[in-house]
């Protein structure tokens, strides 16, 4: 387990950029640091992946402190970068992994079928001894996720896994995080703008506000927890004229009744004793996003 207790850091002329804020992360399970830009998500990560100290607090894994900076720990962590960076074009995908295995002490035999099963991992082994300048953008971030496989980590840290990524190829990006925490128990960390992503890869979420944890649990409990309205039912009547007045705390437009979830047994019962038919029904739920902004906002106050 990694735990951080009371981080803070401040860059010279910047308020804290992080203020005393505590997490954890887990194997087999992904985390999401969400918050608007400025909000200090990159500070921590790299806090978290060691490239940063924390001014004051600490980071144990294991119950070690991350800034003894022991080899055990370095081979505990490893950061992916989002886009290409980072990446030498003019060299094989394996050529690649070779050198970043080296940074690492890995060589002979040993990093051989290291990167034989990383390059597996990812789906790139046909690849391997292509120039990477040939590759596609979801070869590219593939070879990413490669690289942060190299020294085998517990803990993945991800800033912005898919960004600028088609959606086919963001697609296949979170299959293999997905695969990494469940099948490889791999403890992940991302950050990312793309609400969707978080609520269909992340199990816990921390969302940061100017260096504060504003908010931290499941995306179901975000959206439990905020006072929001609740999921919307639409209901395509054959004739509003008779319901108009037994509804008055919903609305009606045109031959549409729009009421709240909870309310649909009842409605349904009434419409029917007033031989009223239902010709279409639509449910619009509430999304992390929209408690994402209601959060934003109450923050904001
Ligand atoms: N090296 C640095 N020197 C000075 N200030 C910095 C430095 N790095 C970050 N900051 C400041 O710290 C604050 C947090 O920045 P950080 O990059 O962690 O935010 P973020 O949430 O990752 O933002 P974004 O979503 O835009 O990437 C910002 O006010 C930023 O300007």
């Known amino acids: 387990m990694l735990i951080a207790k009371n981080i803070s850091k401040t860059f010279a002329k910047t308020n804290n950029a992080v203020s005393d804020i505590s997490l954890s992360m887990k194997e087999g399970k992904i985390i999401g640091l969400l918050g608007v830009n400025g909000a200090g998500k990159t500070t921590t990560i790299k806090m978290l992946s060691g490239l940063l100290n924390p001014d004051t607090g600490h980071i144990f894994i294991d119950d070690i402190?991350?800034?003894?900076?022991?080899?055990?720990?370095?081979?505990k962590l490893n950061i992916i970068p989002g886009g290409e960076r980072n990446l030498?074009?003019?060299?094989?995908?394996?050529?690649n992994l070779e050198y970043f295995g080296s940074l690492y002490g890995?060589?002979?035999?040993?990093?051989?079928?290291?990167?034989?099963?990383?390059?597996?991992?990812?789906?790139?082994?046909?690849?391997?001894?292509?120039?990477?300048?040939?590759?596609?953008?979801?070869?590219?971030?593939?070879?990413?996720?490669?690289?942060?496989?190299?020294?085998?980590?517990?803990?993945?840290?991800?800033?912005?896994?898919?960004?600028?990524?088609d959606i086919l190829i963001a697609k296949e990006v979170r299959q293999h995080l997905k695969h990494l925490a469940v099948d490889k128990q791999k403890g992940i960390l991302l950050t990312s703008h793309y609400i969707r992503e978080v609520e269909e890869l992340c199990d816990y979420i921390y969302v940061l506000d100017a260096g504060n944890i504003i908010f931290e649990g499941t995306p179901t409990q975000l959206n439990q927890q905020l006072t929001i309205d609740s999921d919307?039912?639409?209901l395509t009547v054959d004739d509003t004229t008779k319901i108009v007045g037994f509804f008055k705390q919903y609305v009606?437009?045109?031959?549409?009744?729009?009421i709240s979830v909870e309310s649909l047994q009842a409605t349904l019962a009434h419409l029917?004793?007033?031989?009223?038919?239902?010709?279409?029904?639509?449910?619009?739920?509430?999304?992390?996003?929209?408690?994402?902004v209601t959060l934003f906002k109450e923050t904001a106050k």
């Open 272 to 292: 029917s004793s007033e031989n009223i038919s239902v010709l279409d029904i639509k449910i619009t739920r509430h999304t992390l996003e929209d408690s994402l």
């Open 106 to 165: 890995l060589r002979g035999k040993k990093c051989d079928d290291q990167i034989n099963e990383i390059l597996s991992t990812v789906q790139l082994i046909n690849a391997a001894d292509i120039l990477v300048e040939n590759y596609s953008k979801g070869m590219k971030q593939r070879l990413q996720i490669a690289r942060g496989l190299i020294n085998d980590p517990t803990y993945i840290f991800l800033d912005e896994p898919t960004l600028g990524l």
């Open 232 to 234: 919307v039912v639409s």
């Open 88 to 95: 030498y074009w003019r060299l094989t995908g394996r050529e």
């Open 65 to 75: 402190e991350l800034t003894s900076q022991t080899k055990y720990l370095k081979n």
């Open 252 to 258: 009606v437009s045109e031959n549409e009744l729009t």
